[in-house]
């Protein structure tokens, strides 16, 4: 099912998926029209998330249940906010289908046991850990138990945490681990984003690295992949008019293609580490400065600051070679606008 993870992954580059979340508005329609529209953006896969408000929460409006922190999801409860978001399981047949039809892969985040098995019998081939799940060591070892690519969100986890579900996914005989980069805020500032964990995550867990991003527009996800990303995920959504817990933070399809072209750009510009001069490079080099005749001399007239200079174009000798030829002479006439060489150095 997960051709194109491991066309991109085999190939070094960079797999970009679109996480539908909650943006089909309860409407499968909605859901096939984002698969459809994510193919055409540029995305290599679609993602969903597999759980109930039952599997997730219990119907509890008490303190503990109650969103009070300050996000865009403030006065609901959890178990009202998942009941808004999720999306059916009866759903995820026909949009695995759509999303093959388009030649995406099609991958989910499992929030208990139940939805590994579901998925499970889907024959779903990635798996992602929320970050508000990467504490959940029994689940994160279960997923990794089923020997599939695993993708982990950081958002909420402390250095000691991502170490805790890297070894479990290891203890379950699976190294195949992504680490994605999280702010877990909605959305989320720039600022906060601190880019530069990337890399020092793939050093310190010697995995594969990426980003799941909540900022708005692309910048911070096109720096990640400069960064070594080599998985980008963003919600996406087909109009944020649909609402919904995630619309805010949202990419529509004008903004996700624009973001996938950017990353495209950005992973060949990274290349590899070179020194070597391309042929169309090499031919510029007739611009570099040398050493040139800038005054008519005649036979036995001596170099001087004067008459030789460092200028544009490359067909002299390179400057560096001006000290050493000050004070030596000519043994021919040489016109203004010749380049300098040893053959008419005496």
């Known amino acids: 099912m997960s051709n194109l993870y491991k066309q991109r992954i085999h190939n070094n580059s960079v797999y970009v998926v679109a996480e539908l979340s909650a943006n089909h508005g309860q409407s499968l329609d909605n859901a096939i029209l984002s698969v459809q529209a994510a193919r055409e953006c540029g995305a290599d896969a679609i993602k969903v998330q597999t759980y109930t408000p039952d599997t997730l929460t219990i119907n509890c409006d008490n303190d503990f249940f109650r969103i009070k922190h300050g996000t865009i999801w403030d006065g609901s409860t959890l178990y009202e906010l998942y009941k808004e978001a999720f999306t059916p399981w009866e ?10 039809r388009q030649g995406l892969d099609f ?18 081939e990635i ?29 909420i986890a402390t250095l000691a945490d991502i170490e805790e579900a890297v070894c ?19 959305p989320a500032d720039p600022e906060d984003a601190n880019l530069l964990t990337i890399p020092n995550l793939a050093e310190t867990f010697s995995c594969r690295v990426g980003i799941s991003d909540h900022t708005m527009g692309h910048a911070v996800a096109v720096a990640a992949v400069a960064l070594g990303a080599k998985v980008v995920e963003k919600h996406f959504i087909l109009d944020r008019s649909i609402g919904g817990p995630d619309s805010l933070f949202s990419m529509t399809p004008g903004e996700f293609t624009s973001m996938v072209a950017n990353i495209r750009v950005v992973e060949k510009a990274l290349g590899r580490v070179s020194y070597d001069l ?24 001596v170099i001087t600051a004067e008459n030789v200079r460092s200028i544009r174009p ?22 203004k606008g010749t380049p300098l060489s040893f053959e008419i150095i005496d």
């Open 314 to 335: 490359g067909y002299g000798l390179a400057p560096r070679f001006l000290p050493s030829v000050i004070g030596k002479k000519v043994k021919e006439d040489v016109s």
């Open 278 to 301: 391309t042929q169309r490079v090499e031919k510029q080099r007739m611009f570099a400065r040398s050493l040139f005749v800038v005054k008519d001399m005649q036979s036995g007239d």
């Open 91 to 100: 759903w995820h047949g026909e949009i695995c289908n759509e999303a093959l």
């Open 127 to 155: 798996y992602k850990i929320a970050s508000f799940e990467i504490t959940d060591i029994p689940l994160v070892e279960y997923v990794a138990s089923k020997g599939k690519p695993v993708l982990i969100s950081t958002g």
């Open 168 to 186: 479990a996914c290891k203890r379950a005989g699976n190294s195949d681990v992504t680490l994605l980069k999280c702010t877990s805020s909605y």
């Open 107 to 124: 991958f989910s985040t499992p929030f208990d046991v139940t939805a590994v098995d579901f998925l499970e019998e889907m024959g779903v």
